[in-house]
Each structure stands twice: as C-alpha cells, then as structure tokens.
C-alpha cells in the first residue's frame, strides 16, 4: 500500500467517524438525508472520492443507506433488532399498550428530569419553538400538526437529558411504537377536550426543564403518561365492551342468527297488505 493510499484510507475513516458520531449524539436522527456529495465534501473539507470511501464504511456497518436513488440517509438504528419479531408480536396484542406506556412513564420522567439539569440553551430554544408550534397547531384545530409537535417534544426531551443510550433507544422505540394499537393518538387527539388537556400537560413538561426544576418535570411527566395510560386503557375497555355486544347481535358471526333475522324480516308480510 503506497503512502498516498494510506492517507486516503486514514481520511474516509475520519471522515465515518466524524459522522458516525453526529449520528450518536442524535445530531443525525434515523432517516434523515444527508446532505448532497459535493456540498458535504466542502463541509468536511474532503474530495469527494474520500467522502464516498468514507460513507462506504458506515454502509457497511449498517449506519447509512441509501435513500433510494435520493442520496444517502441514517439508517433506522435499532428497528430490526427491537422490532422484529418482539415488537410485531407486542403490537398484535392490545394489552400490552398498557405495559409501553408504564415504560414511557418511567423512562420519560427521568429525561424530563435529567434535562432540567442539563439542556442547553440551544435545546431549551428549540423546546419553546416546539411548543409554539402546538399551539398554533391547536389554535387551528390541525389535530394531525399537533400529534407531529408532540412526538418532536418528546424526541428533544430525550436529546436534551444528555445521555446517549436513552436517546438511541427511544429513537429506535419511535420508529415502531407509533402505531394506534401501540398509543391511541390519533384517537386521543380527535377530541378538542383532550387535546386541550394534552396541551397543558406539554406545556407543563416543557416549562419545568426551561425554570430548570427537575423534581416539577418529572412530576409533570408523570403526570402526562399516567393520563395517557388510564385514556388509553378506557378507549380498550369501551371497545371491547362494544365489540361484544356486537358479536352477541350477530351470533358471533359463526350462528345462523344473523341469518335468520334477515330472512323473517324478507318473509314477513307488508304493512297494510
């Protein structure tokens, strides 16, 4: 191997380590572009030829991927290892909706703790940014907008605790976790009262970690999941209760009740007749 070869090959992987670590510290989230070969290469201050060698070795650490035929994006860190087949199997089970969110409950309000503590003032900007994006989401009744700011909050609290194993597992969780099975928000956000509630419960969250008060943001935390688990449990329950009465109308599906009903009804006579 020549010097300039071993130069070149000593550039591509401070080059993948450069990224490699923007994408631990949550700097480069899971599916997030990059940005295009020739401006990237100028930001790094590499020849292209380099930056490719470079991407090359996070490919092959299954870092990055391609964004079909779009340049190249952060691979979904985490999902095949958390999601498959355990995820897949949680979520074809209702029940355990209840078990998620008392996990959120505890990781959460430790994150919401930590970054009281620990936020800068670039990540408490952004929270407040955050916020004022839900409420003007709220003001305009945009109920899928308002779900968005919601998950994005949560996603900065994490950033903002500081520590590295938390955010990565949650951003990972996110990917698979969002299904209404999993949280109900789509259903919880249909309800201008409860979106109202979920409004304040953010706010409440946010304000405690930007007055820099730990023991309030993880209460408020706590407060937020604990809703959201006894929601959640009474939207399964009203369901479930609806689900039976109509399998009993119906005979299950499996009984000639169903049937039955509908030829007495063609066979009875006519009023009047």
Known sequence: MTDASVKSQRAAEAVAQHIESLI????????????????????????????????????ER?????AGGRGTKVAQLGAVAIADPLIAM?????????????????????????AA????????????DCLDRMDHA???????????????LHLLIYEASHNLTLLQIM?????????????????????????????????AIAEAIIAR?????????EEHIGYLRQASREIREAEARLDLSLRRLHG??????????????????????
Do not use: C, W
């Not at 209702?94 to 430790?110: H, K, N, P």
């Not at 709220?138 to 994005?152: I, Y």
């Open 62 to 66: 299954g870092l990055l991927t391609s």
């Open 171 to 203: 951003q990972a969780l996110a990917g698979v976790l969002r299904s209404d099975v999993m949280q109900n928000r789509s259903r919880l956000f249909a309800v201008p009262a409860i979106r109202e509630l979920l409004r304040r419960q953010h706010r």
């Open 90 to 114: 949680l979520a074809r089970h209702a029940e355990t909706a209840d078990d998620y969110l008392e996990f959120r409950g505890i990781v959460e309000s430790a994150a919401a703790a930590l």
């Open 138 to 152: 709220h003001a305009r009744a945009d109920a899928e907008e308002e779900a968005e700011a919601d998950a994005e």
């Open 252 to 273: 299950g599906g499996a009984g000639t009740r169903a049937a039955g009903a509908a030829g007495a009804r063609k066979s009875a006579p006519a009023a009047g007749s």
């Open 213 to 221: 008060d730990a023991g309030a943001a993880r209460r408020a935390a």
């Open 24 to 59: 631990l510290e949550g700097s480069l989230r899971p599916e997030e572009r990059l940005l295009p070969e020739r401006e990237l290469a100028e930001r790094l201050n590499v020849s292209r030829s380099t930056l490719r060698d470079g991407l090359k070795i996070l490919e």
């Open 117 to 128: 503590g620990r936020a800068t003032e670039v990540e408490l900007a952004r929270i407040r």
